[in-house]
């Protein structure tokens, strides 16, 4: 098991690297280098080459680079000139916002996937099983944007249950009602795709021998899905959880733009329209990394829960 450990570890620290390297060529790809981003593409020279002087952009491209990593290090993730504030305060700001919608749309998503899976796996053969995976393909289809917007006319303009948009101010209770179109909204896509995800892997396990055993035993149905089915077929779905999380952060973007959630995903879309480069490198890398240590995590639950691994 501790070989497995290191194998995922160094995995990590790979991408880590990639992702790092990647985001610092992307920057000094911008036409004209960050400094006319910054400024316009009608700045004069001197303006640009003070610019490129102050942010350390005048240096040679390996120098910067090696710069580059020893600032990441310190935790100087950049200034943006657009909100004249150091890029880690504003990351301070909005995380806890993303993370919070975040956290509550995968673990409602993963909830509903269990449960919509184990019966979807249940009734495979039947026609509700069928009708249930058109339902999932549907959902799973359907834009993140479209969804926020249909359910911001139903449940906010005609039925006038939640809020269209915003965070909410005045207590708990209207935070919540605040977070949960948004929540909802991020929610669907994941959980369509995740419950057909584990609706085929419980599905596999109705059919393996035990299964069948168990039913001679007279174990009723109900204890056979949660302590045989749900037991085995969960190991891949926490696998899978972690893969989703990169569509969690791409829905985030959408979803915090539609309901005017102050979050990552608004700022990185703020930031990109005002071509705020700090800013949209310092949340990639952050929503990466985050990915990355997600997956990682993922992989060492799905490990242990696999006794196998224990033995390697």
Same mark, same amino acid.
């Given at each position: 098991?501790?070989?497995?450990?290191?194998?995922?570890?160094?995995?990590?620290?790979?991408?880590?690297?990639?992702?790092?390297?990647?985001?610092?060529?992307?920057?000094?790809?911008?036409?004209?280098?960050?400094?006319?981003?910054?400024?316009?593409?009608?700045?004069?020279?001197?303006?640009?080459?003070?610019?490129?002087?102050?942010?350390?952009?005048?240096?040679?491209?390996?120098?910067?680079?090696? =710069?580059?990593?020893?600032?990441?290090?310190?935790?100087?993730?950049?200034?943006?000139?657009?909100?004249?504030?150091?890029?880690?305060?504003?990351?301070?700001?909005?995380?806890?916002?993303?993370?919070?919608?975040?956290?509550?749309?995968?673990?409602?998503?993963?909830?509903?996937?269990?449960?919509?899976?184990?019966?979807?796996? *249940?009734?495979?053969?039947?026609?509700?099983?069928?009708?249930?995976?058109?339902?999932?393909?549907?959902?799973?289809?359907?834009?993140?944007?479209?969804?926020?917007?249909?359910?911001?006319?139903?449940?906010?303009?005609?039925?006038?249950?939640?809020?269209?948009?915003?965070?909410?101010?005045?207590?708990?209770?209207?935070?919540?009602?605040?977070?949960?179109?948004?929540?909802?909204?991020?929610?669907?896509?994941?959980?369509?795709?995740?419950?057909?995800?584990?609706?085929?892997?419980?599905?596999?396990?109705?059919?393996?021998? *035990?299964?069948?055993?168990?039913?001679?035993?007279?174990?009723?149905?109900?204890?056979?899905?949660?302590?045989?089915?749900?037991?085995?077929?969960?190991?891949?779905?926490?696998?899978?959880?972690?893969?989703?999380?990169?569509?969690?952060?791409?829905?985030?973007?959408?979803?915090?733009?539609?309901?005017?959630?102050?979050?990552?995903?608004?700022?990185?879309?703020?930031?990109?329209?005002?071509?705020?480069?700090?800013?949209?490198?310092?949340?990639?890398?952050? =929503?990466?990394?985050?990915?990355?240590?997600?997956?990682?995590?993922?992989?060492?639950?799905?490990?242990?829960?696999?006794?196998?691994?224990?033995?390697?």
């Amino acid at each position: 098991m501790f070989a497995m450990i290191l194998r995922r570890l160094l995995v990590s620290v790979t991408s880590l690297v990639l992702l790092v390297t990647i985001v610092f060529f992307m920057i000094h790809a911008t036409p004209g280098g960050p400094a006319y981003s910054i400024l316009g593409m009608h700045a004069s020279p001197a303006a640009v080459a003070a610019l490129n002087k102050q942010m350390g952009l005048s240096q040679p491209l390996g120098e910067q680079y090696v =710069i580059w990593w020893w600032h990441l290090l310190q935790g100087r993730l950049g200034y943006s000139y657009i909100q004249h504030t150091p890029v880690t305060r504003l990351l301070r700001i909005y995380t806890g916002r993303t993370l919070l919608l975040d956290l509550s749309a995968l673990g409602l998503a993963a909830l509903i996937a269990l449960v919509v899976g184990l019966v979807q796996g *249940y009734l495979a053969e039947r026609p509700l099983g069928k009708v249930i995976g058109v339902f999932q393909i549907v959902f799973y289809a359907l834009p993140v944007f479209f969804v926020g917007i249909l359910l911001i006319y139903i449940l906010s303009i005609r039925l006038n249950l939640f809020p269209p948009g915003g965070i909410g101010h005045h207590g708990l209770d209207s935070r919540l009602r605040h977070l949960a179109l948004p929540v909802f909204t991020l929610t669907l896509p994941i959980a369509a795709g995740l419950s057909r995800y584990f609706g085929h892997q419980a599905r596999q396990e109705y059919r393996l021998d *035990y299964v069948r055993t168990a039913r001679a035993r007279g174990l009723s149905d109900l204890r056979i899905a949660l302590h045989h089915v749900l037991r085995n077929a969960v190991r891949p779905f926490v696998t899978m959880v972690g893969m989703m999380i990169p569509a969690v952060f791409v829905g985030d973007v959408l979803t915090e733009s539609v309901f005017n959630y102050p979050g990552l995903g608004w700022l990185l879309w703020r930031s990109a329209l005002d071509q705020d480069y700090p800013t949209v490198s310092a949340i990639t890398l952050f =929503i990466g990394v985050l990915t990355i240590l997600g997956n990682l995590l993922a992989d060492l639950i799905n490990s242990i829960l696999d006794v196998r691994v224990r033995y390697e």
